[in-house]
């Protein structure tokens, strides 16, 4: 069987006390989905953030805050181009392989899988390791490190990967709604600038919140 997750690069945090978050391991990978508790989701929140967390270098943008909470999302908030360190995963778990996105690839430019389906037949999804998918005819090969002679390869039907990249969707449209929920009860007076940038980080349109909520 073959599982594709969005999944979002994660560090443990040092120490982080603007809102709850949850235990990780020092680096490792976060699915991204409904189905997280609110832990998760302030961890997933802090993590984009923290992406971004440095100061726009185009004129024209605020200062950065001296309050510890709108200092930390300064970036997030004035940033004109944001990045969600991540990727999709791939596992293959018959075999126990897994493709996993590799340094500087971001959630944003999950995009490019599409265009092995239907542009330029292949996509690198970052580097150290260099995973590699290539369209051959019906059927996608996904190679864990290109730069690896002897990487391990997954293969499964263009069918297959294109009905798995529409769950991937569906899985962060998820996620986005649940985060706007969560900015409401953790960072009330930031709630709808967070939710917009995380929808730009993520490159989704910005969910539709409830009058009830």
């Known amino acids: 069987m073959i599982v594709l ?3 979002l690069e994660i560090y443990a945090p040092d120490s982080f006390a603007l809102w ?5 391991e020092a680096y490792g990978f976060l699915p991204l989905s409904g189905g997280l508790d609110p832990a998760e989701v302030g961890t997933a929140v802090m993590r984009i953030a923290e992406c971004n967390n440095v100061d726009p270098e185009a004129e024209g943008h605020p200062p950065r805050p001296t309050d510890p909470l709108g200092s930390f999302l300064h970036g997030l908030l004035t940033m004109d181009d944001l990045f969600a360190s991540g990727g999709l995963r791939v596992t293959d778990t018959e075999t126990g392989t897994t493709l996993l996105p590799g340094c500087c690839n971001g959630l944003e430019e999950r995009r490019d ?7 330029s037949g292949s996509a690198g ?5 260099f995973p590699l998918a290539e369209r051959h005819g019906d059927v996608v090969r996904l190679t864990v490190d290109a730069d690896d002679d002897n990487s391990p390869v997954i293969e499964l039907p263009v069918t297959d990967l294109r009905r798995l990249l529409a769950g991937a969707e569906r899985d962060l449209t998820d ?7 969560w900015t409401t009860r953790h960072l009330e007076d930031y709630a709808t600038p967070v939710t917009a940038a995380l929808s730009r980080a993520l490159d989704l349109p ?3 919140m409830s009058p009830n909520l």
């Not at 709850?20 to 990780?24: F, G, L, N, T």
């Not at 999804?125 to 390791?129: L, S």
Request: hydrophobic share 55%; glycine share 6%.
């Open 5 to 7: 997750q969005p999944v």
């Open 20 to 24: 709850p978050v949850a235990e990780s």
């Open 113 to 119: 899988w599409l265009d092995v389906l239907d542009g």
């Open 125 to 129: 999804f970052g580097h150290d390791p």
């Open 175 to 181: 996620f986005l709604q649940l985060a706007a929920i």
């Open 206 to 208: 910005a969910p539709v």
